[in-house]
């Protein structure tokens, strides 16, 4: 299926590994060019070197803190001065918590409302007027089963994705009318390095099995038995920003595995 996303720009966050990595690959192979957004510079230059290389495309590496005004700023900017505008934003950029409702202070609170909701929001302002400017566009926000099925642990992380998911369902009606779509990926288990770094540190006084760990994650919460590799959950994305999705809009899909308990 030819997705005709060739000549495409696309600005991706969090872009420099695992889930964004493989989108942002994702994208490259159909001849997209790129705007990809972290924090790590190095880890993200040598990211886009490869992408440019492998692939033929343009890869625009942005190191910035997408939580702040000043890093929303950057990579708005890269997107303008580089390309003239955008078509497709992919908002992917997001970390786990661990904490109890009682004892976590406003200050945490804070800081991942600015990376799942306020980062959303200030690229949509910021890229919006440039997508307008192409005809329309594709916004996609990387929320998460924890959205709407919360693990205990981190409640911060479920409240602010929850918070994501509405911000997308808003969006979506307010610019459909400009031709841009915007609708929300919610993964289950996906093997990210952070998985893999937990799960190390979880065994590392037990037999270091951190490969059975994992395994038993995936029995316990996916009827499928296994995690999905970032690639498998990058095809949907891609096919999700193409025009083969033209009629998708406001929605919200899950690429759980069957995690999700309810219909």
């Not at 959303?120 to 910021?126: E, M, Q, S, T």
């Not at 192409?134 to 205990?152: D, E, F, H, K, T």
């Not at 307010?174 to 893999?196: A, F, H, Q, S, Y």
Request: glycine share 10%.
């Amino acid at each position: 299926m030819d997705l005709n996303l060739r000549g495409k720009i696309a600005v991706l966050t969090g872009a420099s590994v695992g889930i964004g990595l493989a989108v942002a690959e994702g994208f490259a192979a159909e001849g997209v060019n790129l705007v990809l957004a972290a924090r790590q510079p190095e880890r993200l230059a040598d990211a886009a070197g490869q992408l440019a290389a492998k692939y033929g495309v343009q890869a625009v590496p942005v190191a910035a803190d997408v939580a702040s005004v000043e890093g929303v700023e950057q990579i708005v900017a890269a997107a303008r001065e580089h390309f003239g505008g955008v078509d497709i934003l992919f908002n992917n950029a997001g970390t786990g918590s661990n904490e109890t409702i009682m004892e976590a202070p406003d200050e945490k609170w804070q800081a991942y409302w600015e990376l799942h909701v306020m980062a959303a929001v200030r690229l949509a302002r910021g890229l919006v007027p440039l997508m307008k400017q192409r005809g329309g566009g594709v916004i996609l926000n990387n929320a998460s089963i924890c959205a709407v099925q919360p693990l205990g642990y981190e409640p911060i992380y479920n409240v602010t994705k929850a918070a994501l998911l509405m911000l997308s369902k808003n969006l979506a009606n307010e610019l459909i009318k400009d031709n841009i779509r915007v609708n929300t990926i919610n993964p289950g288990l996906i093997l990210t390095p952070d998985w893999i770094k937990t799960a190390k540190q979880l065994t590392q006084d037990s037999g270091g099995d951190w490969e059975g760990h994992l395994q038993q994650v995936a029995d316990e919460h996916a009827p499928i038995r296994r995690f999905a590799s970032p690639a498998e959950l990058a095809d949907f994305i891609v096919f999700l920003c193409s025009e083969r999705a033209s009629y998708s809009v406001g929605a919200a899909y899950f690429v759980d595995g069957g995690m999700l308990k309810t219909v």
